[in-house]
Every structure is written in C-alpha cells, then in structure tokens.
C-alpha cells in the first residue's frame, strides 16, 4: 500500500513525525505537508501566489519516507502530491492533530481539510487529532488502532475517518466508538494590542450525549466519525420542495 501523509501543523510537527513511525508498518510512505503552521486554516487551495517546494531528505529517519514541504495550504498539498508529484497513492492520512477536532471544528480543521481533499480526488482518507500537546496515549495506541481500521474493509473513498483520541488524563483509551459530529462551538472573542486586533476565544461545552464524538473525548474513548464531503441536507429538501411552489 501507497500511503500519502499530510497535516496543517507543518512538517516538523511532532504529530506528523509520530504518524510516520506508526505508518511505515503499513506501507510505503510519502510525506507531502505545510512547510509552516496552518492550523484552522480550513479547505482553503492557493490560486493567486506561487507554490514553493522544498524537498526534505531524512527528516523521517527509518520510515523511508520521501518528503516534502509545501508553502501552501493541507488540501494543497495533496493536490500537489497527486497531480504534480503523480505519487502512487491508495490512502491519505492527516494529523497527527495537535489539538482535538471534533463537531463544528471540522469547518475549520487543516487537518479535515487535506483528508477531505482527498476523498474529492477519489482516495480513501482517516484524519487523527489529540488533545492539546497530548501525544503519549496516541503512541501507545494509534498503530492498534490505524490496523483495525486497514484491515477491517471500512474505508472508503466516499467518506472521511475522523479520529480523535481522548483528552489528557486518559493514559488508556477505553476502545473505540462510532460517533456522530458533536456541538463545539468556539466562543469568539477579539483583543485589540496596539492598534490591531487579536482572534482569541475558547469552546464553549454544547449539547453532547453518548455517542457523540465530543461525549467520547471527554470519557476516554477513541472516536471515529464518517465525514462526507457532500454536505446536502436531504431531509430539508423535502421541506423546501413542499413549500417552494414549482421548485421540484
């Protein structure tokens, strides 16, 4: 198996280099990643400035992977790999997250971003996340749970594996759950230092009962959640087709 590796922390991110030490038991590993930090950058592409790259021999030492940093966005990035580098691919991986992303964070996740371009390219993908700076139950856990999933015939080119790992304090997952997106709402808020303004805010707790992914964060499980990138609300377009007159 050709595996594709991507992330929005950068390429010297701890979570990447974490990612190709549990991938290369999987196959054969290609590194195509931000040259810098682009976190909640979201599915952002770069159509108006050049794309630099930079090609990073032994940054992965033992995974043999080849490697290389793109100044640019995740989902650029596995465009690049795909159509400019022509790299073999049959999965995409993105993370490892520093940081969780779980319900309305996939709006704004680099991370979400370059998996999801991947399934638009028509490549199965799975995006991991931890918590914050919290990366010692994904070394124990990730290789365990990256080989269920390989093995298991669930993966899919129409559908996202989000992966998120419980928050700090869990030195052991409790398993996996399949989970719905939860409600996580980021709480805005904008500080003005000498004479420009600041994007501060933290996440607010929202509604979420068993068997959402954010309930499964918060109780020790490792949740896996389905992203399509078809966002098509079809119970809605019953409503709009009733009251919408000739609109079928």
């Known amino acids: 198996m050709n595996i594709l590796l991507v992330n929005d922390d950068g390429v010297e991110a701890r979570g990447l280099a974490l990612l190709a030490r549990v991938m290369r038991d999987h196959g054969n590993l290609y590194v195509v990643a931000p040259h810098s930090q682009q976190s909640a950058i979201g599915h952002g592409i770069t159509i108006h400035d050049p794309i630099r790259v930079h090609e990073r021999e032994g940054l992965f030492p033992g995974s043999g992977a080849r490697v290389w940093s793109l100044e640019a966005k995740p989902a650029d990035c596995v465009k690049f790999a795909l159509y400019a580098l022509n790299l073999p691919v049959d999965l995409v991986v993105s993370g490892v997250n520093d940081g969780p992303n779980m ?121 896996v959640t389905p992203i399509q990138v078809n966002r098509t609300n079809y119970e809605y377009m019953k409503v709009l087709r009733e009251r919408l007159p000739g609109a079928e």
């Open 103 to 223: 319900g309305t964070d996939i709006v704004y996740s680099g991370t979400l971003a370059g998996a999801s371009e991947a399934v638009i390219c028509g490549k199965p993908a799975v995006a991991v996340s931890t918590d914050f700076g919290y990366f010692d139950l994904v070394e124990k856990e990730l290789g365990g749970v990256m080989s269920v999933l390989l093995s298991s015939g669930i993966l899919s080119k129409d559908n996202v594996l989000n992966v998120n790992f419980p928050r700090r304090g869990f030195e052991r997952s409790l398993g996996m759950r399949v989970c719905d997106m939860g409600d996580r709402p980021f709480l805005h808020e904008f500080v003005e230092i000498d004479g420009v303004f600041w994007a501060k805010g933290t996440w607010g707790e929202g509604n979420n009962p068993p068997g959402t992914d954010v309930w499964a964060y918060k109780n020790g499980f490792v949740s």
